[in-house]
């Protein structure tokens, strides 16, 4: 005489990312093409400012800024085609609030406000990837963002009027 399992066969391990909580495929691609043209708008800003720039260290900040964006843009990409998605071709709508901006100190403390936006998205989805390579990534992407509103911060209370 056989004995019967207790209770059935779990298939956790086999669910749909959605059904246990995770972000779903499209949701996560619609995420990863908001942060890329937000990033991508954040490279363009930092690049253009460095060329106004009211001195060498403001130059020197824009330019650490604009590398960082441009890092986040390339893997971000890189990560929506490895996900079989299309990267998003378009610069977000930051850019020209931010070109808006005549003061080149008040843009500074913009930018940081946008860098605090993408922190905040970065920790609303984290938890939500599954994927352990996307989500080292995405980890990476906003431990730098909170480097970088530090830098601008201190840079900001040392230099600005």
């Given at each position: 005489m056989?004995a019967?399992?207790a ?5 956790a391990?086999?669910a ?20 890329l043209?937000?990033?991508?708008a954040g ?7 460095r ?5 060498a ?9 604009r590398?960082d964006e441009a890092?986040w ?5 890189g ?5 079989g ?5 378009r610069?977000?709508?930051f ?10 100190y008040?843009r500074?403390?913009?930018?940081n406000?946008?860098q ?9 989805l984290l938890?939500?990837i ?7 990534d ?7 963002h909170?480097?970088n509103?530090d ?11």
């Amino acid at each position: 005489m056989s004995a019967e399992p207790a209770s059935p066969v779990c298939y956790a391990a086999d669910a749909d990312d959605a059904y246990m909580g995770y972000a779903g495929h499209d949701e996560i691609l619609a995420a990863l093409n908001e942060l890329l043209e937000a990033e991508r708008a954040g490279a363009r800003v930092a690049l253009h400012s460095r060329k106004d720039a009211p001195g060498a260290d403001f130059a020197a900040l824009m330019t650490a800024i604009r590398d960082d964006e441009a890092q986040w843009v390339r893997m971000l990409a890189g990560q929506i085609g490895r996900l079989g998605g299309v990267p998003s071709r378009r610069c977000g709508a930051f850019y020209g609030k931010a070109m808006a901006i005549a003061d080149p100190y008040e843009r500074i403390a913009f930018v940081n406000r946008g860098q605090g936006w993408v922190v905040r998205k970065l920790a609303a989805l984290l938890p939500r990837i599954r994927d352990d390579a996307l989500h080292a990534d995405l980890r990476r992407m906003h431990a730098r963002h909170e480097t970088n509103i530090d830098m601008a911060a201190r840079f900001l209370a040392q230099h600005a009027p």
